[in-house]
């Protein structure tokens, strides 16, 4: 592709820019109304709580269902294949637009953002612009304000677009297997690549719950890098190993497989396990860990499962499920390794800025829990 082409093709048209927000409208009028579990959110500085509505599946079967209806009927009566070829179509339709549904979501974070920046500047206090802190739902900055959990029409923004971007990346794997099979070269690895990361999807919709008390919705702030990371990176850069294989074959020994799948029940397994462990303790305290009563410290840090092996056992779980997502693409190329790159660097970046804000809560509890737990993500090396 030419340059003058490319550009030409970044340029959004009125179906790509209809198609971004018929889908952002899905996510907000049947997230608001389909059932799903409320839970209640981290307790902000004020004393009070957030819920939110735990109901991504469900948005995303329904969502699935009504633009690959088509396939799954066609499967089952050939003689309505049209109805097939008219589900894959609408799925192709991600593929065909990709440089431009990429850019219209560009330009739709970019007014997001500049319209979070102007409403925390105008609901800033000036009075207490004298040193950043966070009350309640904001934190204030030297010279605006920023809403920590910003709502819009009873919508809790950072965990719609996090949703937004996990069911992008979902529609986007679904868009590139429907191209493989309309070029007919579904291969083993792409097989392989779509199996984990749809695994991975559904199963973070199935423990959405969980998302409630991750370090984005209780204490990053809404601005230029969640917007954009969760609406455009996510689902864009995530899929690169899936673009990647659409266009270059690879060879994969069945011994490449197994250890591929090893990998990625290994990093399941951590990453899954750490996240309950956490999530369960923050529940019940005294509920036991691996079968046994937990070792609490201070009455508020486990230090007893995941968390007894490394401080961020769940990053270590993360970082080899990515790199699981990458192996079957084979090692000739190192575009694939984009998004394990990335990660490691996000993660390691992260455990840093979240490791200060523990010692500053917990104080002298952090320090005791840094000594009997060492190791940040990984276990005698880091
Ligand atoms: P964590 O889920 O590890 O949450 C960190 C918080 O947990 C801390 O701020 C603290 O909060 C609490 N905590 C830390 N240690 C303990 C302990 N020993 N006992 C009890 N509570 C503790 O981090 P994240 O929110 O960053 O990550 C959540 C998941 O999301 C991870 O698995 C991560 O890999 C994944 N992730 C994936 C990304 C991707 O791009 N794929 C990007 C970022 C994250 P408190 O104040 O509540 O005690």
Redesign the pocket.
Known sequence: MDLNSLLHSLIPSFTSVGLLLSYFGYLAIFGSVLPGKIVPG?TLSDGTRLHYRCNGLLSLTLLVLLLGGGVAVGFVSPTVCNLCCCGIMHFLVIVDRGLELLSATFIFCFVVTLLLCVAGSISHDKGSSLKPHVSGNWIHDWWFGIQLNPQFMGIDLKFFFVRAGMLGWLLINLSILAKSLQDSNLNRSMVLYQLYCTFYILDYFFYEEYMT????I??ERLGFMLVFGDLLWIPFTFSIQGWWLLRNKVDLTTAAVVANCIVFLMGYRI?RGA?RQ?HV??KNPKAPIWGKPPKVIGGK???SGY?GIA??C??L??LLLALSFSLPCGISSPIPYFYPTY?LI??IW?ERR?EA??AE?YKDIWAE?CKIVPWRILPYVY
Do not use: E, M, P, V
């Open positions: 981290a008390s991750t370090w984005d209780i204490a990453f996240n956490k303790f923050k840090l486990l230090a968390w401080r961020h769940n990053y779980g993360d990660l996000l993660l992260r979240d804000r523990c809560k829990y």
